[in-house]
């Protein structure tokens, strides 16, 4: 079976040497064998492994609840019920998030059409309610209407495809 190196292993996931001895101290890579000289040996399973922890982490999961899915792993079949709430609770976490950034990422959107349309006409009351400084509900209708007829919304932004 083919082993690899810290480095090795550091290099091909992009991670720091002490990031991924960080991770073997906080029990994350029980798994990982060392050589004789004490040095860790990493197996393409051991990186699949370092690869999960990446994507828990990436998803917001703490080190520590990490450790708790890297140790029911320790358990075997046991632990399928625990590790499947785990991730399904994570998931629901990671969904809520996407949900929020993706509203977010909309509503930019929106704003950037808006002061590029205003930019261009040179003056932010074409989009205002005569007489005030509040948005004209019209405004967002256009725009809506402009995603509907086929612009994307990065078009709109960047005035291409008018």
Known sequence: M????????AERMGLSV??????DEMGLLPFVKRDQAGRRRFTDDNIQLLQMILDLK???????????????????????????????KH???????????????AYLRFKKWYYRTAEEAGTEKIHLR???????????????????????AQELGNGSKN
């Not at 002490?18 to 991770?23: E, G, K, L, Q």
């Open 2 to 9: 083919k082993t690899y190196g810290i480095g090795a292993v």
């Open 18 to 23: 002490a990031t991924i001895r960080y991770y």
């Open 58 to 88: 990436r998803a917001g999961v703490a080190i520590k609840d990490i450790a708790h899915f890297v140790s029911w792993r320790l358990d075997g079949d046991d632990s399928l019920h625990e590790r499947y709430q785990f991730l399904a």
């Open 91 to 105: 998931e629901q976490t990671l969904e809520d998030e996407i949900s929020q950034l993706a509203s977010s990422l």
């Open 130 to 152: 005569p007489g005030s400084k509040q948005v004209d509900p019209q405004t967002y209708r256009e725009y809506q209407e402009l995603l509907q007829a086929g612009h994307t």
